[in-house]
Each structure stands twice: as C-alpha cells, then as structure tokens.
C-alpha cells in the first residue's frame, strides 16, 4: 500500500505552522495580567469571600460550593460565580420570608 | 568603584553559572579584578564550572558565619591570577545564609574587587532574593522559551523592588542576556525571536548567546567557554557581552555556528 502511495498524487505533509507567535502572545496577555497583580492581595480570594460573605446573609450556603472563576482574553475578561444553593430553604431565608 | 552583579533568571537550568563563569573569565582576560560568589547553597556547581571543584576548603557560610577569614575561602583562578572563587556550601541549608552576613561580605569583597558576580539560585527563595539584595547590576539570563520570559519578568519585578537600591529609590541597572539561541529555528517561526524577547521584557539587551556544543564542552572540562575555546561562537559572544557591560558601543550580531564540511571534521578531531 505504501508503494501506492509514492504514485498517488496526494502532496506531502504542510510543514507545522510557526508556533512562536502563538507564544509571543499568550506571553503578553499573561504577563499584563501579573504585572498588575503584583504586590494586590490575590483579587479571585478577595471575590470570592466578599459574594461569600453577602450570599450567605441571606441563603444558608456551603462554601465549598461557591466557584469563582475568571477567564482572561486579550480585551475582555469574563468572571464567573457559581453558587450551588441547597434545595431546601435554609433558616436564614426562612426567617427572611 | 566596584560593582555588585547579580546573574540571576528565576527559572532554572538557563544558563545563569555559565554565564557567570564565561563573563567572570571575559572581565578577567580584560583585567578586570572579579571574584564570582555562588549563592546556590547546597547545589553549589560554580566551582565545578570553574574547575575548582577540588580546591575548596572553606564557603561563603563558613565566611558569613565568622569560621573562615574571607582570603582563606577564596580560591584564586590557576589561570587568571585577577579571578577568585568564593563558593557556596554544600551540605548547610540556605537558611544560614543572612542578610547582614551576606551584605558584610559582600562589602569586604568590594574592598579589593572591581567586579563581583553573584550566581543566584533558581527560584525566587532567600538564596535568590540575597544574591540580588546588594546588587548594582542584574543580568537576567532568559531562554527564548515562555516559562523562561515569565520566570525572567517576575525577576524584573523583585530587582525593582525588593533590592537595597530599589527602596532607596535607585535603580538596579538591568540587562537581558538571551542565551540557548538558534537564528535558524527563530527565523522559522518556531522559536521566539530577539524582538519578541525584548519587546516583552522592556529591558536592554546585553547578549545573545548561540545554542553551541561549546557550552557543553567546556563545562565537562571544568573550563569557562572563553577560556576553553576563545574562538567558539559562545565565547565570542560572551566577550561582547562583556564590553558591553563595560560600557563599549559593539554591534549586536548573532554569531553564527561555524558549519561545513571543514568544521565536521575539525569537530571530530575536537570532541
């Protein structure tokens, strides 16, 4: 079969395409990101227990629960909180009812 | 006046002793009076570098800690009589390294010194931050490769910070050393360039040392690259390097490896 192959007409593999500006970039949205941070208090740990601490003044919640994510882009970033609330009302939100 | 000189990156495995050993041979040749201090406590490998690995008696511990007289813990190069070795300890922890001990010596050295080049240890731990607290000079040895730029970025910080210049409000005077460079894999797009480097950094450049089996070489003998083979491509650029960091204007090329059939066989008879 692989005789075959050397008639066939099927051109040769594309050499890989550079890589080294897909490196050069991910370096600058990275090293914009931590050049910020340098020297602030890790700004997710600070979220997450703010929208921590303001939720559960109103529904009884598990911390371990709580899921703050962040996904940087090069304009845009988007944050991401998701809370899993248990289906029965906890007391607090009983007594706010 | 003499001047302290941080070699340092971060990431690990860049080349920081074999830039400290080529530069520290390079001032020498050109008369300058340099002493290299290891700061990699308990991975010492300077010494091994230099070729003096059976020659060491006492440490910069054993100095900074009162045991040792400094003139007795420095190994004078057989090579170049202007060339001292101060190496690390091998079997304390980096613990016993202080800051007052550290700046203590590193004052003494001043005393009869014009250049003191401080090998740091990888990583951003006390080794690192004390190799580069005292410094006048920092050179950042990056491999154009991206954990190399960020661990080299981050370094960039600490020297603007968390130097004894910085929180005098002085600077530290910052070069990048760019080393492991291959033109032929930058110009092919499949290695970080120069520029890309540089543009990311925002720091001058002092160098750019060509990937060579030089290096290698030189190191299995126990002899810096430009002492071991003055000719190599390596030993040419760590030379310019070295003027540069005296102050000459020297263009920047990349020396290119030698290639072709001659230098085959000439590498043979070599290797």
Request: aromatic share 2%; proline share 6%; charged share 25%.
């Given at each position: 079969?692989?005789?075959?192959?050397?008639?066939?007409?099927?051109?040769?593999?594309?050499?890989?395409?550079?890589?080294?500006?897909?490196?050069?970039?991910?370096?600058?949205?990275?090293?914009?990101?931590?050049?910020?941070?340098?020297?602030?208090?890790?700004?997710?740990?600070?979220?997450?227990?703010?929208?921590?601490?303001?939720?559960?003044?109103?529904?009884?919640?598990?911390?371990?629960?709580?899921?703050?994510?962040?996904?940087?882009?090069?304009?845009?970033?988007?944050?991401?909180?998701?809370?899993?609330?248990?289906?029965?009302?906890?007391?607090?939100?009983?007594?706010?009812? | 006046?003499?001047?302290?000189?941080?070699?340092?990156?971060?990431?690990?495995?860049?080349?920081?002793?074999?830039?400290?050993?080529?530069?520290?041979?390079?001032?020498?040749?050109?008369?300058?009076?340099?002493v290299?201090v290891d700061?990699?406590?308990?991975?010492r490998?300077?010494d091994?570098?230099?070729?003096a690995?059976?020659r060491v008696v006492f440490d910069l511990i054993n100095v900074v800690q009162g045991v040792a007289k400094l003139p007795q813990a420095l190994i004078r190069?057989?090579?170049?009589?202007?060339?001292c070795l101060l190496p690390a300890s091998?079997?304390?922890?980096?613990?016993?390294?202080?800051?007052?001990?550290?700046?203590?010596v590193?004052?003494e050295l001043?005393?009869?010194?014009?250049?003191?080049?401080?090998?740091?240890?990888?990583?951003?731990?006390?080794?690192?931050?004390?190799?580069?607290?005292?410094?006048?000079?920092?050179?950042?040895?990056?491999?154009?490769?991206?954990?190399?730029?960020?661990?080299?970025?981050?370094?960039?910080?600490?020297?603007?910070?968390?130097?004894?210049?910085?929180?005098?409000?002085?600077?530290?005077?910052?070069?990048?050393?760019?080393?492991?460079?291959?033109?032929?894999?930058?110009?092919?797009?499949?290695?970080?360039?120069?520029?890309?480097?540089?543009?990311?950094?925002?720091?001058?450049?002092?160098?750019?040392?060509?990937?060579?089996?030089?290096?290698?070489?030189?190191?299995?003998?126990?002899?810096?690259?430009?002492?071991?083979?003055?000719?190599?491509?390596?030993?040419?650029?760590?030379?310019?390097?070295?003027?540069?960091?005296?102050?000459?204007?020297?263009?920047?090329?990349?020396?290119?490896?030698?290639?072709?059939?001659?230098?085959?066989?000439?590498?043979?008879?070599?290797?």
């Amino acid at each position: 079969m692989n005789i075959l192959r050397l008639f066939s007409s099927r051109p040769a593999p594309a050499p890989a395409p550079p890589s080294a500006p897909i490196a050069r970039e991910r370096l600058q949205i990275l090293l914009a990101h931590e050049r910020g941070m340098r020297g602030q208090p890790d700004l997710l740990m600070l979220l997450r227990e703010e929208i921590l601490a303001a939720v559960s003044r109103h529904v009884t919640l598990d911390p371990d629960k709580v899921i703050v994510r962040m996904d940087r882009g090069k304009n845009v970033s988007t944050l991401e909180v998701d809370i899993e609330l248990p289906n029965v009302p906890g007391p607090k939100l009983a007594a706010a009812g | 006046m003499a001047k302290v000189l941080v070699v340092t990156s971060g990431k690990g495995g860049v080349g920081k002793t074999t830039s400290t050993a080529a530069i520290g041979v390079a001032l020498a040749q050109i008369g300058q009076k340099v002493v290299v201090v290891d700061f990699d406590v308990g991975l010492r490998n300077l010494d091994l570098i230099m070729g003096a690995e059976r020659r060491v008696v006492f440490d910069l511990i054993n100095v900074v800690q009162g045991v040792a007289k400094l003139p007795q813990a420095l190994i004078r190069d057989k090579r170049l009589e202007n060339l001292c070795l101060l190496p690390a300890s091998q079997t304390r922890d980096k613990d016993a390294l202080t800051e007052e001990g550290v700046g203590r010596v590193l004052e003494e050295l001043r005393t009869s010194h014009d250049w003191i080049l401080c090998d740091s240890p990888a990583g951003i731990e006390r080794g690192a931050t004390l190799a580069m607290r005292f410094a006048d000079e920092a050179i950042i040895v990056t491999n154009p490769e991206v954990s190399s730029v960020r661990d080299s970025d981050r370094i960039i910080g600490m020297l603007d910070a968390k130097t004894v210049r910085a929180e005098k409000g002085e600077r530290v005077e910052k070069h990048v050393l760019i080393t492991r460079y291959d033109a032929a894999r930058a110009a092919r797009g499949e290695m970080l360039s120069i520029d890309d480097v540089l543009e990311i950094l925002a720091t001058p450049l002092l160098g750019i040392i060509p990937e060579s089996q030089d290096v290698l070489r030189a190191s299995n003998v126990g002899s810096p690259v430009t002492l071991n083979n003055p000719a190599s491509s390596p030993a040419r650029a760590y030379v310019d390097a070295t003027k540069r960091l005296l102050g000459e204007t020297i263009a920047m090329t990349i020396p290119a490896e030698r290639s072709g059939l001659m230098n085959l066989l000439r590498g043979r008879r070599a290797a």
